[in-house]
T-cell receptor
Framework: KAGVTQTPRYLIKTRGQQVTLSCSPISGHRSVSWYQQTPGQGLQFLFEYFSETQRNKGNFPGRFSGRQFSNSRSEMNVSTLELGDSALYLCASSWGSPMNTEAFFGQGTRLTVV | GENVEQHPSTLSVQEGDSAVIKCTYS??????FPWYKQELGKRPQLIIDIRSNVGEKKDQRIAVTLNKTAKHFSLHITETQPEDSAVYFCAPYSGNTPLVFGKGTRLSVIA
């Protein structure tokens, strides 16, 4: 079956702009989580969506937002980009149940803010 | 929320030696303990996991041990090989929170 797909793979944006990243989960998965990965900081949790509702949120400013559609595809938006937002953004999909929690990651979107 | 710490942050071993990475967590309700491996330029992937009703699980050269009383679990890799070189993440889970990952341990296996 198809894996988790993220688009685009690479983005270069200017400070102050906004950006939208997309994540298509594995078919049947209802949970999509987003993570920011930077050197030395590991995988920092942004938010999780389950059945179109934000179920959990990490400690990121309100400039970071997301949504999930009825087909479980998810988008993440970052407004008013800052240099420090440069990172690899990974999404992960899962069944979202306590007994079936394995997260399957996409290849990531590498965002560079200049 | 869950406070997760991994030690060490970097680890170098000779090929054939063993490697141990420890993960401590704060949420006593955690009941699922996975380890993910991320090779350079690739996505993280689950390599082994354990649930709280068992103390140890093995899969060929890798194993995970759990000490719920002390709130830590460890990844053990025996007979290390160059392809074991990667960053390893733990992500203790309680069922009420998303997967929150540790900061990772960079393992280098020296041939």
């Amino acid at each position: 079956k198809a894996g988790v797909t993220q688009t685009p793979r690479y983005l270069i944006k200017t400070r102050g702009q906004q950006v939208t990243l997309s994540c298509s989960p594995i078919s049947g998965h209802r949970s999509v989580s987003w993570y920011q990965q930077t050197p030395g900081q590991g995988l920092q949790f942004l938010f999780e969506y389950f059945s179109e509702t934000q179920r959990n949120k990490g400690n990121f400013p309100g400039r970071f937002s997301g949504r999930q559609f009825s087909n479980s595809r998810s988008e993440m938006n970052v407004s008013t980009l800052e240099l420090g937002d440069s990172a690899l953004y990974l999404c992960a999909s899962s069944w979202g149940s306590p007994m079936n929690t394995e997260a399957f990651f996409g290849q990531g979107t590498r965002l560079t803010v200049v | 929320g869950e406070n997760v710490e991994q030690h060490p942050s970097t680890l170098s071993v000779q090929e054939g030696d063993s490697a141990v990475i420890k993960c401590t967590y704060s949420d006593s309700a955690s009941n699922y303990f996975p380890w993910y491996k991320q090779e350079l330029g690739k996505r993280p992937q689950l390599i082994i996991d354990i649930r709280s009703n068992v103390g140890e699980k093995k899969d060929q050269r890798i194993a995970v041990t759990l000490n719920k009383t002390a709130k830590h679990f460890s990844l053990h890799i025996t007979e290390t090989q160059p392809e074991d070189s990667a960053v390893y993440f733990c992500a203790p889970y309680s069922g009420n929170t998303p997967l929150v990952f540790g900061k990772g341990t960079r393992l280098s296996v020296i041939a």
